[in-house]
């Protein structure tokens, strides 16, 4: 029976969905891109340089067989990346290069990690604290965290990506905060980025794609404390916000499964 209530949504290419061999193997990548985020959250210190976090982030991801599909992605009118990882620091929002910056007691920090392993692509992101961080900061990790998990809530057949977008931004512009409207979410799986799938953490529910079994695709919200306004830095890659304000940035893999969801970069 045709569903009225979502007449407005799209669907998928058939080509773009993941059998359930497909979804191990993604849920195999996905292991070892949380395994990147653990270590980091463990490790990171006053002191140390992202560019440090970077090589032990490499050195976990060869160690399990894994590459990453960051290094040297080259989308046009972007020069190759040059890192397996992104970490992004404070005002940085994505992107950020890892080199020569210091972490400092206070510093948020996100690790945004992106495994491949035999063919198969995951992605997850989670920003954390160096050391002791403002009341601010703690709650804006709070705010984005809970904003993903309102997302993936939300991300079930007979759902839209219009729907999981609403409910992010409902649930962060209710908390004062904004959220990020240049970058989305995005199909994932056979590559880092799957145009079949466009997932903005914004929207009009009961608008865009109708998820179905086999899509999967990464939700990530990302959230400024300030406004939504973002800034190119002239590396041509790290995304800092316009006003100066910290963000936070948290992302999962998902697969839409016949009775909801599963977490391909979670337990
Ligand atoms: N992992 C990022 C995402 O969530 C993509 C990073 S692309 C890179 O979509 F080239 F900057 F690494
Ligand atoms: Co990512
Ligand atoms: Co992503």
Excluded at 68 to 81: H, K, N, R, T
């Amino acid at each position: 029976m045709l569903n009225r209530r979502k007449n407005s949504a799209g669907k998928v290419e058939r080509t773009a969905l993941k059998t359930p061999e497909e979804i191990e193997k993604i849920y195999a990548a996905g292991r070892v891109a949380r395994k990147v985020i653990a270590l980091a959250q463990e490790i990171v210190q006053p002191g140390m340089t992202t560019g440090e976090l970077e090589d032990r982030a490499a050195q976990l991801i060869l160690e399990h067989g894994g590459t990453s599909p960051c290094l040297g992605y080259a989308p046009s009118g972007y020069p190759p990346y040059p890192a397996w990882t992104c970490i992004s620091v404070n005002e940085e929002i994505v992107h950020g290069i890892p080199g020569g910056r210091v972490f400092r007691d206070g510093d948020l920090v996100t690790m945004d990690c992106c495994v491949r392993l035999d063919g198969y692509v995951a992605d997850t992101a989670f920003t954390f604290g160096v050391g002791e961080i403002s009341p601010l900061a703690a709650n804006l990790l709070q705010v984005t965290s809970e904003a993903l998990y309102i997302g993936i809530g939300c991300a079930r057949p007979g759902n839209t990506t219009g729907d999981i977008g609403a409910a992010i931004q409902k649930f962060v512009e209710a908390n004062h905060y904004s959220v990020v409207r240049e970058l989305h979410g995005h199909g994932v799986g056979r590559e880092m980025h799957e145009n079949a799938i466009d997932l903005p953490n914004y929207g009009r529910p009961e608008t865009g794609l109708l998820l179905e079994p086999g899509m999967t695709f990464a939700i990530e919200p990302m959230v400024n404390a300030g406004r939504k306004e973002i800034k190119s830095l002239r590396d041509g890659w790290t995304i800092v916000t316009a006003d100066g304000s910290l963000s936070a940035h948290f992302e999962h893999t998902v697969a839409i499964t016949e009775g909801g969801v599963r977490i391909l970069t979670g337990p």
